[in-house]
T-cell receptor, first 114, second 114 residues
Framework: DTAVSQTPKYLVTQMGNDKSIKCEQN?????MYWYKQDSKKFLKIMFS???????INETVPNRFSPKSPDKAHLNLHINSLELGDSAVYFC?????????????FGSGTRLTVV | AQSVTQLGSHVSVSEGALVLLRCNYS??????LFWYVQYPNQGLQLLLK??????LVKGINGFEAEFKKSETSFHLTKPSAHMSDAAEYFC????????????FGQGTELSVKP
């Protein structure tokens, strides 16, 4: 039973399209995150939500819009995809937003924009 | 701004040899510190964390790390490398009560030679 699950695992799409990535956690955690890992494997936070409330929005283009329908789900919608959006996107969750407990990560969604 | 530096983007050791992966952080106030491991095409797995208790932290798979405030370091060690330890290792910091945001180092790829 996967703790943090993301779908799809792979996503290949053309420039200009709109796509969504879904994330669900069954750990009962209060806080969820989206991270982007670029081609050099560098990881950077994009967003975090605590109990459905946005608490971190890290200078991400407006084309990226997170949605949290409940505290177990955090989806990422991307409009007008660009070549530079190609990356691996990781969802993660933690028990709280205090920073002490570390995260549980999903297995990632590899997005390729052609 | 907080930053994390991992010395060496690639470390190669022989099976059975000591593993030492270096991490330095920039905060003047001791943050929470983490080491994560990423196997190919997988998400990140928490190895260990420092949250202001004992300065020598033991983690999974025989890894441990020592927090040294005077050196602002949190180096990861393992006495004897196994082939299965080959992976990408990330050091990360989280400042207290900053929404749980993790700031990652650039990663160190560990290779283990037979």
């Amino acid at each position: 039973d996967t703790a943090v699950s993301q779908t799809p695992k792979y996503l290949v799409t053309q420039m200009g399209n709109d796509k969504s990535i879904k994330c669900e956690q069954n750990l009962g955690h209060d806080t969820m995150y989206w991270y982007k890992q670029d081609s050099k494997k560098f990881l950077k936070i994009m967003f975090s939500y605590n109990n459905k409330e946005l608490i971190i929005n890290e200078t991400v283009p407006n084309r990226f819009s997170p949605k949290s329908p409940d505290k177990a789900h955090l989806n990422l919608h991307i409009n007008s995809l660009e070549l530079g959006d190609s990356a691996v996107y990781f969802c993660a969750s933690s028990q709280d937003s205090g920073g002490a407990r570390g995260y549980t990560f999903g297995s990632g969604t590899r997005l390729t924009v052609v | 701004a907080q930053s994390v530096t991992q010395l060496g983007s690639h470390v190669s050791v022989s099976e059975g040899a000591l593993v030492l992966l270096r991490c330095n952080y920039s905060s003047s106030v001791p943050p929470y510190l983490f080491w994560y491991v990423q196997y190919p095409n997988q998400g990140l797995q928490l190895l260990l964390k420092y949250t202001s208790a004992a300065t020598l932290v033991k983690g999974i798979n025989g890894f441990e790390a020592e927090f040294k405030k005077s050196e602002t370091s949190f180096h990861l060690t393992k006495p004897s490398a196994h082939m299965s330890d080959a992976a990408e290792y990330f050091c990360a910091v989280s400042e207290r009560n900053q929404g749980g945001k993790l700031i990652f180092g650039q990663g160190t790829e560990l290779s283990v030679k037979p």
